[in-house]
């Protein structure tokens, strides 16, 4: 069983992005995803309360998140969570982590522009239509820069 979580909320920190000795990339922030109810009597929306995730994310999606999220940002994460208690003396809480398998802009808030990311390493699918798998899927474009491609562009 998978448990997936989807928030909405808007980035609270600065994500921070660090490389482990193994390679792998992560990036995290803090997410705060405010709850809004209808004051009847007021006929007017209030807030409710703020619930606050600590958000992770790992290899491409770590390297994408850093290069596209900035504090403030309005984003849907999709990821598992994790709760953890802590005790410090007479102060206990309970830590909420949000590990993201998928993250992006919330555009009910704004517009974005999405730039296709190319890795230098070889992507191999199992996917016959997969356009990795296709050799005309970076034509147009350096494989091997790094830099992202368009793919708004007209062809």
Do not use: C, Q
């Amino acid at each position: 069983m998978k448990d997936n979580l989807t928030v909405s909320g808007f980035v609270a920190t600065t994500p921070r992005h660090l490389t482990t000795a193994e390679g792998v990339s992560i990036t995290s922030f803090r997410l705060a995803s405010n709850r809004r109810k209808f004051d009847r009597d007021k006929k007017t929306w209030i807030d409710a309360g703020t619930n606050w995730y600590s958000v992770s994310t790992y290899r491409d999606l770590a390297s994408n998140v850093i290069g596209s999220v900035r504090k403030g940002d309005r984003v849907l994460v999709i990821g598992r969570l994790r709760m953890s208690e802590w005790g410090d003396g007479d102060r206990r809480g309970v830590n909420i982590d949000l590990d993201a398998d998928a993250l992006g802009h919330d555009l009910r808030w704004g517009t974005t522009s999405f730039s296709r990311t190319i890795r230098s390493e070889s992507v191999e699918s199992d996917d016959p239509g997969d356009p990795a798998d296709e050799s005309d899927a970076t034509e147009g474009a350096e494989a091997d820069s790094g830099t992202p491609l368009d793919v708004a562009a007209p062809f």
